[in-house]
Nanobody
Framework: QVQLVESGGGLVQAGGSLRLSCAAS????????MGWFRQAPGKEREFVAA????????NYAGAVKGRFTISRDNAESTVYLQMNSLKPERTAVYYC???????????????????WGQGIQVTVSS
């Protein structure tokens, strides 16, 4: 079982930055790929970024490529999402997620993730 806890959200002005963290429990973090997703009010959950178990492969949604960076610290069992140049349309609840299977490269498909954090609110004001 994997438990995930997000932190670092909040209110930021347009153009600002935030760094989200997701701390994982258990001893298998370093063998699991990780993903970040977001869900805006009235919309479906959508992919933001993913990272392989080693950190050597990253994937991004087109809308955030070049502005967001996903990274991980396997020694600390934590995955990060650095968000720069934030826009009001990025306002959403952000979730980190992990699959039950190991040694993946990170998927954009939420159906491939089995463990989810509780989510954290990010609000970007105009």
């Amino acid at each position: 079982q994997v438990q995930l806890v997000e932190s670092g959200g909040g209110l930021v002005q347009a153009g600002g930055s935030l760094r989200l963290s997701c701390a994982a429990s258990g001893r298998t973090f370093s063998s699991r790929s990780m993903g970040w997703f977001r869900q805006a009010p009235g919309k479906e959950r959508e992919f933001v970024a993913a990272i392989s178990y080693s950190g050597g492969v990253t994937n991004y949604a087109g809308a955030v490529k070049g502005r967001f960076t996903i990274s991980r610290d396997n020694a600390e069992s934590t995955v990060y999402l650095q968000m720069n140049s934030l826009k009001p349309e990025r306002t959403a609840v952000y979730y980190c997620a992990a699959p039950s299977w190991r040694y993946g490269t990170g998927s954009y498909d939420p159906n491939e993730y089995d463990y989810w954090g509780q989510g954290i609110q990010v609000t970007v004001s105009s």
